[in-house]
């Protein structure tokens, strides 16, 4: 059953990627990031009675769940959208997903864990992957490669959120009450964005971005869930290549309806097989 939630999560998080493009034409990353974080939030909330009790919030690993949260959604997404806007869905998305090779990173200088061959391949595949992608020309319209920035400080937190949710699912299993905690924390985030004054002047939502913005919100509500769940059945080293396969998904979907927007060019492949293949060896040592 994990394979299958995880399977599920990067199938959905690959169609959320489109939609958010689409979105973008006509609105902008905060807008998009404020939309998504609010209807996550939203769903999570009205699903909650059904699924637990209220006191089910009132668990030991409520700490790691929360400032998980901080990390992603609410920084990790945040970026991830303005990756998107910046340099395109072909050429972001492989990126933030290298956040497997950081939670693998991570787990080395906190849980000691050993640096072997393949983790060393796999982490030389995945830089290789992000110099292809940030030379590459895929997004259509000028761009800057110091923007690839973004969508690699998102995958750093996204690292950091996988190990703090993995320790709390470890400590209480509990994948729905961590799933409505981080989704919350994620929302309030985005408010604080919206409430400063730059946030106010720099919102745009236009009617037409709204629709793709929901049915963006949906399907990554999905995926958070479906990844939440793979979690707490699986093993990160089982659930996380298997999410991480998004970025083909996400390219090969790009391909099909996002013509107008983005050229997927055999350079922009092979940058985002080297970084999919190169997390896939780092985090299944």
Same mark, same amino acid.
């Given at each position: 059953?994990?394979? &299958?939630?995880?399977?599920?999560?990067?199938?959905?998080?690959?169609?959320?990627?489109?939609?958010?493009?689409?979105? @973008?034409?006509?609105?902008?990353?905060?807008?998009?990031?404020?939309?998504?974080?609010?209807?996550?939030?939203?769903? #999570?909330?009205?699903?909650?009675?059904?699924?637990?009790?209220? $006191?089910g %919030?009132?668990?030991?690993?409520?700490? &790691?769940?929360?400032?998980?949260?901080? +990390?992603?959604?609410?920084?990790?997404?945040?970026?991830?959208?303005?990756g998107?806007?910046?340099?395109?869905?072909? =050429?972001?998305?492989?990126? /933030?997903?290298?956040?497997?090779? %950081?939670?693998?990173?991570?787990?080395?200088?906190?849980?000691?864990?050993v640096?072997?061959?393949?983790? #060393? @391949?796999?982490?030389?595949?995945? *830089?290789?992957?992000?110099?292809?992608?940030?030379?590459?020309?895929?997004?259509?319209?000028?761009?800057?490669?110091?923007?690839?920035?973004?969508?690699?400080?998102?995958?750093?937190? +996204?690292?950091?959120?996988?190990?703090?949710?993995?320790?709390?699912? #470890?400590?209480?299993?509990?994948? +729905?009450?961590?799933?409505? *905690?981080?989704?919350?924390?994620? %929302?309030?985030?985005?408010?604080?964005?919206?409430?400063?004054? =730059?946030?106010?002047?720099?919102?745009?939502?236009?009617?037409?971005?709204?629709?793709?913005?929901? $049915? $963006?919100?949906m399907?990554?509500?999905?995926? *958070?869930?479906?990844?939440? &769940?793979?979690l707490?059945?699986?093993?990160?080293?089982?659930?996380?290549?298997?999410?991480?396969?998004?970025?083909? @998904?996400?390219?090969?979907?790009?391909? /099909?309806f996002?013509?107008?927007?983005?050229?997927?060019?055999?350079?922009?492949?092979?940058?985002?097989?080297?970084?999919?293949?190169?997390?896939?060896l780092?985090?299944?040592?």
């Amino acid at each position: 059953m994990a394979e &299958y939630f995880a399977l599920q999560a990067s199938l959905c998080f690959a169609v959320s990627h489109v939609l958010i493009r689409r979105g @973008l034409v006509t609105s902008n990353w905060l807008a998009g990031s404020f939309f998504s974080l609010t209807l996550s939030a939203a769903v #999570m909330w009205i699903l909650a009675p059904f699924f637990i009790p209220f $006191a089910g %919030f009132w668990t030991p690993a409520l700490g &790691y769940f929360v400032v998980a949260g901080v +990390f992603a959604p609410a920084v990790g997404r945040t970026l991830n959208f303005v990756g998107i806007e910046r340099i395109g869905v072909a =050429r972001s998305v492989p990126v /933030i997903n290298t956040s497997p090779v %950081f939670a693998s990173i991570l787990a080395m200088i906190v849980l000691g864990e050993v640096w072997t061959p393949q983790n #060393m @391949l796999g982490t030389g595949l995945v *830089v290789l992957g992000v110099i292809v992608l940030s030379t590459a020309h895929g997004a259509k319209g000028p761009w800057r490669k110091i923007d690839v920035i973004y969508p690699l400080l998102g995958a750093i937190a +996204f690292g950091i959120s996988i190990n703090l949710r993995k320790f709390g699912l #470890m400590m209480d299993n509990v994948p +729905f009450v961590a799933a409505v *905690v981080t989704s919350t924390i994620g %929302f309030l985030f985005a408010l604080g964005m919206l409430r400063t004054t =730059r946030g106010r002047q720099v919102f745009s939502m236009s009617r037409r971005s709204i629709g793709w913005f929901f $049915a $963006a919100g949906m399907m990554n509500t999905a995926a *958070v869930l479906s990844g939440f &769940y793979a979690l707490s059945l699986g093993k990160v080293v089982i659930v996380e290549p298997l999410v991480s396969t998004n970025p083909v @998904l996400s390219i090969l979907l790009s391909a /099909i309806f996002l013509k107008d927007l983005e050229a997927v060019t055999p350079r922009v492949m092979v940058g985002a097989l080297c970084t999919v293949l190169g997390t896939i060896l780092v985090v299944t040592t």
